[in-house]
């Protein structure tokens, strides 16, 4: 792989760059990595096309990004552990991931980062949204950005999945995902409002719709009108793009830094291979 046959091309002006040139299943000599992770950085999600890869080698280049994370209420593939398959068949009316979210930031340390790997798609629908979190906080005033720079939020799995009665909701939620068994409890962890991300230094709101419960030291029904606002004036169009899926799509989002949203306006099988990376506590 010659980092000089890279394209690296934005898909909208909030973030998000599609990249030619790389097949992700091979090995990528140090300047091709080095121009695909500054990409990374640079476009908080990055998308590939029509690569054709084993599990293995899906796994291989994902630990490229570091240690890989284990998805605490989904099972991985049975030879493939680190391989959650989000799956939705025909029939079925829920969709996993289909609200604006960084991935389980209940957790004391989220994942860094989140790799989809398309496997089947629907001839038409299915697609994901991105939103561009410094953008969504660089528009804020700044009596606003002071305000939230000051505050942390509880995040809890239990806000929308949570402990047995709640998982056993989610299990029916999502037919065709398979999700953990008796066990696996409720998380809950304290994060900021506002997270500066350990690499490129930019702030970024760290409120989403799917496990934000409130902010620290307030009851919900105080956090309840703040939290609204936020969350609806994240995912202004001006700060997303889209991806429509093919098989053999692959987009890594930098959850630090983005949020996202499975657009669930299909009837019709869609299988995908995710796969979370490690992250760190952050301030
Ligand atoms: C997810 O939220 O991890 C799933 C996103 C998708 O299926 O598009």
């Given at each position: ?6 394209t ?11 990249i ?20 990374f ?10 690569q054709?890869?084993t599990p293995d ?39 996993f991931?289909?609200l ?7 957790m ?22 991105f ?50 068994g ?17 690499e ?15 902010f ?14 936020l ?17 053999g ?5 930098d ?9 669930n306006?299909y ?10 990376i ?6």
């Amino acid at each position: 792989m010659n980092a000089a046959a890279i394209t690296i091309r934005p898909i909208v002006g909030a973030l998000g760059a599609e990249i030619f040139g790389v097949d992700i299943a091979g090995d990528l000599d140090n300047a091709t990595w080095a121009a695909v992770h500054r990409a990374f950085l640079d476009y908080g999600v990055i998308f590939f096309r029509d690569q054709d890869m084993t599990p293995d080698q899906q796994i291989a280049f994902a630990r490229r990004f570091g240690a890989l994370a284990d998805y605490p209420f989904a099972v991985g593939l049975e030879d493939h552990l680190e391989i959650t398959e989000v799956i939705k068949n025909p029939g079925e009316t829920n969709a996993f991931g289909a609200l604006w979210h960084a991935d389980t930031t209940y957790m004391e340390k989220p994942p860094m980062a989140t790799m989809l790997l398309a496997r089947e798609t629907p001839t038409a629908g299915g697609d994901t949204q991105f939103a561009n979190m410094a953008l969504a906080f660089q528009t804020l005033s700044v009596g606003m950005q002071g305000l939230l720079s000051g505050l942390r939020v509880v995040q809890s799995s239990g806000a929308r999945y949570g402990g047995d009665e709640t998982r056993e909701t989610r299990k029916g939620q999502f037919k065709s995902v398979k999700m953990k068994g008796a066990g696996n409890v409720a998380t809950t962890h304290v994060h900021p409002a506002v997270r500066t991300h350990p690499e490129t230094g930019a702030k970024g709101l760290y409120v989403n719709s799917a496990h934000t419960l409130k902010f620290d030291g307030m009851s919900e029904a105080e956090s309840r009108p703040l939290l609204d606002f936020l969350l609806k004036h994240l995912s202004k169009p001006e700060f997303t793009c889209r991806f429509a899926w093919r098989p053999g799509s692959v987009a890594i989002w930098d959850n630090r830094a983005v949020q996202h949203f499975a657009i669930n306006d299909y009837d019709a099988r869609r299988v995908m291979h995710r796969i979370t990376i490690a992250g760190d506590t952050h301030s």
